[in-house]
Antibody
């Protein structure tokens, strides 16, 4: 079974760039026609999709975050990454990496445990 | 962008049936997926493509989708089913292809 694990700083200063990496184990990130993605959840609130990347590298971003988001994939390390620039307190959330879409139909098959990122000086 | 509306809360007695709705414009034409999230844990996929279950998910969880409403049904509710539930759709032709519903808190009385 696929497993996903987020890694990265838990504290980011306002105006800086949030960077997280997701390591996938139990399978290849580049196998089949899979999408991988990032989702966040502010404390006490619902789920917000940030963006997704196709195994080939094509990306899709939430229009409300698109100007600040970059998602990339490193197939040699079986990882994909998130960069969110110019962060503010509103970006404080638990960040999940998840995927693939395409394993169980168009649902998101597996999720990382999540990592809390706090934006504060 | 596409909006998915869920009731904020649903209460159900043990052994009874819980039904959680997810409303969206012509949602019946899309594939709907459902996630269960318990406090402090990551979401878990419980129904995909309207009505299919991933391996390991009990048959008590079922889904349907028609018109403007998709429904997750939990039969013979157990205390362990108490959680937040989110619906989700994926449409690669949209500029906002992945949308989550607002979430429903299921309370087992």
């Amino acid at each position: 079974q696929l497993q996903l694990q987020e890694s990265g700083p838990g504290l980011v200063k306002p105006s800086e760039t949030l960077s997280l990496t997701c390591t996938v184990s139990g399978g290849s990130i580049s196998s089949s026609s899979y999408y991988w993605g990032w989702i966040r959840q502010p404390p006490g609130k619902g789920l917000e999709w940030i963006g997704s990347i196709y195994y080939s590298g094509s990306t899709y971003y939430n229009p409300s975050l698109k100007s600040r988001v970059t998602i990339s994939v490193d197939t040699s390390k079986n990882q994909f990454s998130l960069k969110l620039s110019s962060v503010t307190a509103a970006d404080t959330a638990v960040y999940y990496c998840a995927g693939p879409v395409g394993y169980y139909g168009l649902g998101i098959a597996f999720w990382g445990q999540g990592t809390l990122v706090t934006v504060s000086s | 962008s596409y909006v998915l509306t869920q009731p904020p809360s649903v209460s159900v007695a043990p052994g009874q049936t819980a039904r959680i709705t997810c409303g969206g414009n012509n949602i019946g034409s899309k594939s709907v997926h459902w996630y269960q999230q318990k406090p402090g844990q990551a979401p878990v996929l419980v129904v995909y493509d309207d009505s299919d279950r991933p391996s390991g998910i009990p048959e008590r969880f079922s889904g349907s989708n028609s018109g403007n409403t998709a429904t997750l049904t939990i039969s013979r509710v157990e205390a362990g089913d108490e959680a937040d539930y989110y619906c989700q759709v994926w449409d690669s032709s949209s500029d906002h292809p992945l949308v989550f519903g607002t979430g429903t808190k299921v309370t087992v009385l």
